[in-house]
């Protein structure tokens, strides 16, 4: 997964920041919100990642992992700086934290370890791979649909790095207990795409995502992964 990485940050797609503030007074209105929350969670997704799976290659010796795991928050918090450009271009101003950031904090301080850790980010970049295809079709601009290209393009990645490595985590549980696991898997999505709906809806509308088509999507890509 590494050497992915490593190939992935010499191929980025050519995004065309010298347009500037593209977007309309109604389009900034629409979504501002929207982008500076989601860009607060890019910058904190992985920062508590990193001292369980320092943890975890400790426990196993699995050097790789930590290699990877250092190139996947690379990814994400370019995600969060190319989102933060974004806004000032448009002279939105940032925010810090968001009420789904403080809910996963909150679960992660209550179970902890690298397991739920991923639990938890795999859930969010899943829905994310859904709201950055809405938010591509939100507003016309350039800068936001080329960005959108580019988030969308890691994420299937990261989604399918993270699925690998709960399946690894995962492994030696019973039957009884992968139900169990799964059960909360579901849940926890279940809960978190009413969640986003409540708070992104608006982009969700403006990208032609209806309420079903939102929920099936996320459902299908759900699925996919596990
Ligand atoms: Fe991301
Ligand atoms: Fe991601």
């Not at 190319?82 to 403080?102: E, G, Q, W, Y």
């Not at 549980?173 to 809806?201: A, C, D, E, P, S």
């Not at 509308?205 to 309420?211: A, E, I, P, T």
Request: charge should be neutral.
């Amino acid at each position: 997964m590494e050497f992915y990485y490593q190939q992935n940050a010499h191929s980025l797609l050519e995004i065309p920041w010298n347009l500037s503030g593209e977007l309309t007074p109604e389009e900034a209105i629409a979504i501002s919100q929207s982008v500076k929350e989601f860009q607060a969670g890019e910058n904190s997704e992985g920062k508590h990642l990193y001292q369980d799976a320092q943890k975890y290659s400790e426990r196993t010796g699995d050097q790789d992992y930590i290699l990877a795991i250092k190139m996947f928050i690379a990814e994400e918090q370019r995600h969060a700086r190319d989102l933060a450009r974004f806004p000032t271009l448009n002279k939105i101003s940032l925010v810090k934290t968001t009420f789904t950031d403080v809910v996963f904090r909150k679960l992660r301080h209550l179970f902890g370890g690298l397991e739920i850790s991923i639990a938890i980010l795999i859930t969010a970049e899943i829905i994310a791979k859904v709201y950055y295809a809405a938010l591509r079709e939100a507003t016309k601009s350039k800068i936001l649909i080329g960005l959108c290209d580019q988030i969308l393009r890691d994420e299937v990645k990261h989604v399918q790095f993270q699925s690998e490595q709960l399946f690894k985590l995962r492994s030696n549980r019973n039957r009884l207990g992968l139900i169990w696991t799964m059960g909360l898997q579901r849940f926890l999505f279940f809960g978190t795409v009413f969640v986003v709906w409540l708070f992104h809806r608006e982009v969700f509308l403006r990208g032609n995502f209806s309420f079903q088509r939102y929920w099936q999507a996320c459902w299908q890509e759900f699925n996919e992964t596990f």
